[in-house]
């Protein structure tokens, strides 16, 4: 049996990929509007998938298979990460909010899987020095692809990475882009 949590580790990955490419294309090809539109629409449908899970007790197949012991009976990652893709994307330039996005799409998954693999220093609970490495590491990588400014990048990855180190009970999907992006939104008036 394949383990769960490299799953959605890999899901994560994915689905973050596929995310930032479909906002990369419906930008170009029609406009921002539009991009906040499906971005609404995409967390009203995981709402109502949240809802009939919850609610109704209705297994709805790949959803109730990656999910989380601990969201058996709360919104899935997956709501939360649409919704911080909304926030984001209404309230950042696309530059900043893209890197966000990224940084905490690919950010995570690589401290998670290096820090499960190969951790051997414990930080903070569960969290290793090499998951926060790889994280502070992948998110520079990601900044790159969308911002020009060095001292931006580093400082937003180091807040990404920050986050991500003492989040345990809320949403890391919701969080980290959304603090990262509030970073990078004051770093491009004083920088």
Known sequence: MVDTYFLRKIAHVGLGALTL???FVVE???DHATV???AFIALLLFLIIDFLRIELN???PIFSDLQKEKEQKRMIAITYATLGILLVLYFYPLEIALA????SYFGDPAAAIVGKRWGTKK???EKT????VANFVVCIVVGLFFLNSILSILI????ASFIELFMDHLEDNLYVPVFAGVIGVLLSYII
Do not use: E, F, S
């Open 28 to 30: 170009n090809a029609y």
């Open 58 to 60: 209705v297994r709805i």
């Open 21 to 23: 490419y479909l906002i």
């Open 100 to 103: 966000a996005l990224g940084m």
């Open 123 to 125: 930080v903070w609970k």
């Open 156 to 159: 937003m990855a180091l807040a």
């Open 36 to 38: 906040l539109w499906l």
């Open 129 to 132: 020095m090499q998951g926060i």
